[in-house]
């Protein structure tokens, strides 16, 4: 009975194998570029303004900060929520797409509390919701109260 079994496996998995590979004549690699928001390509960052892979953006984290300064907006949750918004709009035009190309948002708070006038905020920058996470976590650079982080589709 074993040896009936096992050849039953091996041919299933040696089928989905050969079903998962691409045909011989289609390229399996995709087109990788690093992206820069102008002006912050010699600040020494240790992560790109966004990745595109084929038509997708993969954009790092955002935090609502002062233009030209290190530092969150004055104001609370609600203004580094707007600025945020702000820079995540004007990151998707710099790189090809827009708000309503956005498929996925991963939201950081530092206070659970921030949750409801976060939500708020953000659910008035977009026509339709794309699918959302969002963690609550002990701390964010610059002492943000939020980072937000997107993959949209690039026009």
């Not at 041919?11 to 050969?18: E, G, M, N, P, Y």
């Not at 004007?90 to 708000?99: C, D, K, N």
């Amino acid at each position: 009975m074993r040896s009936v079994f096992v050849p039953g496996i091996l041919i299933s998995v040696i089928l989905l194998v050969t079903a998962c590979q691409p045909a011989a004549n289609e390229s399996s690699s995709s087109e990788i570029e690093f992206l820069h928001m102008p002006g912050t390509e010699n600040l020494g960052l240790p992560f790109s303004s966004a990745v595109r892979v084929d038509n997708m953006l993969y954009l790092s984290g955002i935090i609502g900060t002062e233009p030209d300064v290190d530092r969150p907006v004055s104001g609370g949750i609600r203004a580094e929520a707007i600025r945020g918004m702000e820079i995540l709009q004007e990151e998707l035009e710099a790189f090809g797409s827009s708000m309503d190309r956005v498929v996925k948002c991963t939201v950081f708070l530092v206070d659970e509390n921030d949750r409801a006038a976060f939500n708020e905020i953000y659910m008035s920058y977009f026509d339709s919701l794309p699918a959302r996470s969002g963690v609550t976590v002990k701390g964010l650079a610059l002492g943000a109260r939020m980072e937000l982080e997107c993959i949209a589709v690039a026009n």
